[in-house]
Every structure is written in structure tokens, then in C-alpha cells.
């Protein structure tokens, strides 16, 4: 039963990824995407489940990001680079250094750190509201939403200014 549900679940997310792919254009070609967000987000583990093919792959901890990596990667047709950047806040002013040429980029919050998700908040409005970004697309990505700590994603919406964000990124 439990290989079933996980079968399922992987097929679901699998679903979404390849729609998310999509909508940012990026089918049938090459892309580079950055991975952004707060250190213990789970960033590298979110790249390291793209990399691939089953559900039980991102279940293996990772250190912290101590420096850049650029990981290359196939999914859904499409040839990723992908730049995986720390996000201790020492570092942070480096993430405008690898925004050129960017496809896209996954912002991700740790939906479980209530102290933390307005600085997390404050770094995604500090790309999209300097015109960092301009014209690349932002996905806004919530982790860890299975753990009993996790605000809603309503809640998290409203203690970073989501409407305000978004009116901002695509006005």
C-alpha cells in the first residue's frame, strides 16, 4: 500500500513540475534556473530531488551550501543548469552576481521557521522590488508544509506582502 500512495504521490509532483516547466516556457529546450531562499530552507535538497527519479530521493540530508554549485540536469525534456547558492545572510549579496542569463528562478520559503519567513519576505521583495529580476520569472516555492509547525500558506502570504509582491513582479 505504501509503494502504491508513494507511486502516486510521485506521479502528482511529477505532474506539477512538468506543468511548472511549462508555464515558464521552458519546454523542449535548454534553461538555467537559481535556486534561492534563506539558509535551511532546503534548497539544495529541493535541486537534488529534480536531479531525480523517485520520491524517496530527497530524504538524505545535506550540509550547508558553503559556496556555488552549478548542477546540470534533464527533466521533461528540457537541459538544465541549475546554480545552487547559499543562503546564510553574509552571502546573500552575491545572488545578484548569478541572475544574468537566468531562465528562472525558485524562491524557497521554509514554511515551518515563523521567525523567519518575514526576512525570507524581505530578500524575495528585495529582488523583485529593486527590478533585480525584471523580467524573469519567479517561482515562490513553500517547504517543509508537512511539518506541525508550518504556517498556512495564506498566513505566510500575508506576513510577506504576497499581493503587494506580486502586483510589484508583474505590473
Known sequence: VV??????LWDS???????LWRSLGLTGRKGTLI?????????????????QQN????????PPTDRPSLNEFNKFGIQFSAWDLGGHEAVRHLWEDYID?????FFIMDAADSERIEEAGYELD???GEG??????VAVLLNKCDLKTALSTP?????????????????
Open 101 to 105: 542569463n537566468i531562465s528562472a528562478v
Open 55 to 62: 520520491a524517496d530521493s530527497s530524504l538524505r540530508p545535506f
Open 3 to 8: 509503494g502504491i500512495a508513494m507511486s502516486f
Open 126 to 128: 528585495h529582488l523583485i
Open 13 to 19: 509532483v511529477s505532474w506539477f513540475w512538468e506543468t
Open 155 to 171: 498566513e505566510i502570504c500575508k506576513r510577506i506582502e504576497w499581493d503587494r509582491l506580486h502586483d510589484e513582479h508583474t505590473a
Open 132 to 137: 533585480i529580476l525584471k523580467e524573469t520569472p
Open 35 to 51: 535556486v534561492l531562499g534563506l539558509d535551511n530552507a532546503g534548497k539544495t535538497t529541493f535541486l537534488y530531488s529534480l536531479q
